[in-house]
Nanobody, 124 residues
């Protein structure tokens, strides 16, 4: 079982950037494909980005529009979500998730382990 901890959230003005990190413990992150999801108050948890176990394949939600980048460093047991040109609509709690598969998943139910989330607030 892997334990995930997100960090890097905070408050930023529209147009700004944040770098979210997901650190794993308990098992090496290289055993999992990884994803980022987000949930705004009163809304469902939405897919944001995912990366395959090897890092060779990525997938992004349409609303990302080239603003976000997901990368992984298996030597550091870390997955990063770099978010640029943030918009107020990006305000949400962002969650890191792991699935015991090689390929990316874009549905929340495809993931086996979840972090506690980190709040991202973007003001206009």
């Amino acid at each position: 079982q892997v334990h995930l901890v997100e960090s890097g959230g905070g408050w930023v003005q529209a147009g700004g950037s944040l770098r979210l990190s997901c650190a794993a413990s308990g098992r090496t992150l290289s055993a999992y494909a990884m994803g980022w999801f987000r949930q705004a108050p009163g809304k469902e948890r939405d897919f944001v980005a995912a990366i395959s176990r090897s890092g060779g394949s990525t997938s992004y939600a349409a609303f990302v529009k080239g603003r976000f980048t997901i990368v992984r460093d298996n030597t550091k047991n870390t997955v990063i979500l770099q978010m640029n040109n943030l918009e107020p609509g990006d305000t949400a709690v962002y969650y890191c998730a792991a699935r015991q598969e090689q390929n990316v998943g874009i549905e929340a139910h495809e993931y086996d382990f979840w972090g506690q989330g980190t709040q991202v607030t973007v003001s206009s």
